[in-house]
């Protein structure tokens, strides 16, 4: 078992900064990566269509044998995890529960900000998941629909980010938020501009990293660990993968290598 892959996946290249963050916290690890390309995104489908892609997408990683599936797309993790876990015998992570402890961990005020995706955002399961932890505890929630093409652009330090991250961010500065979750897997690399217009009093919650921190503590505690040397990742999208690698270099900060196309339809059907 320890041997096996650990299975990631998302809607395109967002999650690529979840399987950064995998790889070094457990470098050892095999990581297999699947981006639905041909169907992102998923923060602007309806909480259906989003659950049937999230099955197809988890179906394609458990027939490779991983050892456990990690949901690197907040959209998903929002309306899908608890369908994956029902239907496929292993360990599931999301996104938002690791994020959403750390906010509740952190925050001094008790007033904590969460920005995402359109999806991410209507289905509220950030503020769930904190105040969950903690009833006491205020979520302001904004979409940022720009952030994504922002990113994938490579603008993320553009004076343009920096214009759009004062408009969508100014509500929840005006609220007084002393947190922000990065609750969209792209929004890591605009670490730099959102901590310049929100102030260095405002911390920020990357879920990228604390999700790839419980994988290593519940693969620790399953005793399946991988030791040994570190494995290239093996790379899956669902369209021409030209644009991925492309893009996805920025996120991991390598070139990505070999990316495989394949058809979820065809091998789900």
């Known amino acids: 078992m320890a041997e096996r892959a650990i ?26 990566y699947l981006g639905d390309t041909a169907r992102v995104p998923y923060g602007t489908k309806s909480s259906g269509t989003v659950l049937r892609y999230a099955q ?10 991983v050892k456990m599936l990690v949901v690197a797309c907040n959209t998903a993790s929002a309306v899908a995890i608890e369908a994956v876990e029902q239907r496929f015998n292993l360990p599931v992570i999301g996104v938002i529960e ?25 289905s509220g399961a950030y503020s769930r998941a904190i105040r969950a932890l903690d009833e006491r505890i205020e979520v302001f ?3 940022c629909p720009l952030f994504v093409p922002l990113v994938e652009e490579g603008w993320g330090e553009h004076e343009v980010a920096s214009l759009v991250a004062r408009e969508y961010l100014a509500p929840l500065i005006d609220r007084g938020i002393d947190t922000l979750v990065l609750g969209c897997t792209h929004y890591p690399l605009l670490k730099a501009t959102l901590q310049r217009v929100l102030g260095a009093n405002v911390t920020l919650v990357d879920s990228a990293t604390e999700t790839a921190q419980l994988v290593a503590s519940l693969l620790g505690k399953r005793l399946v660990l991988r030791r040994g040397e570190a494995c290239a990742p093996r790379y899956f999208v669902t369209d021409e993968p030209t644009r991925f690698k492309r893009v996805g270099g920025a996120f991991v900060g390598v070139e990505l290598g070999d990316v495989t196309q394949v058809d979820l339809g065809r091998a789900h059907g």
């Not at 990631?8 to 050892?28: C, M, Q």
């Open 7 to 32: 299975g990631i996946f998302d809607s395109g290249v967002g999650g690529l900064t979840v399987l950064k963050a995998l790889r070094e916290v457990l470098p050892a690890e095999r990581l297999y």
């Open 56 to 65: 197809e997408a988890a179906g394609f990683l458990v027939r490779h044998r």
């Open 98 to 122: 690791p994020g959403a402890r750390r906010a509740a961990a952190v925050t001094r005020n008790g007033r904590v900000g969460v920005i995402g995706t359109e999806g991410t955002v209507r």
């Open 141 to 143: 929630a904004a979409p």
